[in-house]
């Protein structure tokens, strides 16, 4: 059995509503035919040349990722320009394009910020920023772990569930603090500080974060900071977007994650932090 792409961008926008998504975002689909019969699809954070490879490689009819290929004003795809390349390899084998971004973000239960608490084993989540009072849809998430821990083996925790990095997972604030209430955000997650501080939070784990935003937070009260590479924040979303499509098409599509690491850093030198738990100095 087989879905039309039109089938499965419906679906995938049932889970993934278009009206979530920030109003600059660019998702939903970006070339494909929606009339045109589809029997695999691969789930990936980025579409970068590897993971179209890949695409063409399984012979996948549609590629979903979370990042947009296009975010800002695009006026040809000429084959010579490195976007505009893979959107003809696409087309040629046949493969369509979509994309679900800050609409994934907010989802609720089966968004980027569900799986990343998920991964990390937080209960009885709720959004640190709902699009709605009582909603299960917004940014971020918080919740509480099982068992009590501290900064550094919160973040000794994090590196072991998250995929490994150059970046590695780095964390701000006493490494003995204890951690029991995390706050989570996919991507780059600062901007949610306040409302994690508001949440009791000890702990923030997100990507991106900048020297001097981190420097002040050290400086009054609020959660310890946790800072991890944006794709490994992002990609727990990827195996659980992948199932959740299969079951929504009652099977009639195969679904499966990449496996390639689309993370930018390639090389790590140095490191003069303090070690994590139970690391060599």
């Not at 020297?211 to 050290?218: L, Q, R």
């Not at 900071?225 to 009652?250: G, I, K, N, R």
């Amino acid at each position: 059995m087989t879905a039309t792409l039109g089938e499965v961008v419906a679906a995938l926008e049932a889970r993934y509503d278009p009206a979530l998504a920030e109003s600059w975002d660019a998702v939903g689909l970006v070339c494909g035919d929606p009339a045109e019969p589809v029997e695999r699809v691969l789930f990936a954070v980025d579409p970068v040349a590897a993971v179209v490879d890949e695409a063409v490689e399984t012979g996948a009819g549609l590629l979903v990722t979370h990042h947009p290929l296009f975010l800002t004003a695009v006026h040809g795809v000429p084959a010579g320009d490195p976007k505009g390349r893979l959107v003809h390899r696409l087309v040629r084998a046949g493969c369509g394009l979509f994309v679900a971004h800050t609409n994934a973000d907010r989802a609720a239960d089966v968004g980027v910020n569900d799986a990343l608490a998920a991964v990390l084993g937080l209960r009885d989540t709720r959004p640190l920023e709902p699009v709605a009072p009582g909603s299960r849809q917004g940014l971020g998430r918080v919740g509480r772990l099982d068992e009590p821990t501290t900064l550094a083996g919160f973040a000794a925790h994090a590196a072991a569930v998250l995929p490994a990095t150059a970046g590695g997972v780095r964390a701000a604030g006493d490494p003995g603090r204890p951690v029991r209430t995390v706050a989570v955000c996919g991507g780059s997650g600062g901007s949610l500080l306040p409302a994690a501080t508001a949440a009791g939070a000890d702990v923030l784990l997100t990507s991106d974060l900048r020297h001097h935003p981190v420097s002040e937070a050290g400086e009054q009260p609020g959660p310890a900071l946790c800072d991890v590479a944006h794709f490994a924040s992002e990609w727990p979303w990827v195996p659980v977007a992948a199932e959740v499509l299969v079951a929504d098409l009652s099977g009639r599509v195969e679904a499966a994650p990449s496996h390639r690491r689309t993370d930018p850093w390639t090389v790590r030198a140095g490191g003069r932090g303090e070690p994590a738990a139970g690391a060599a100095g």
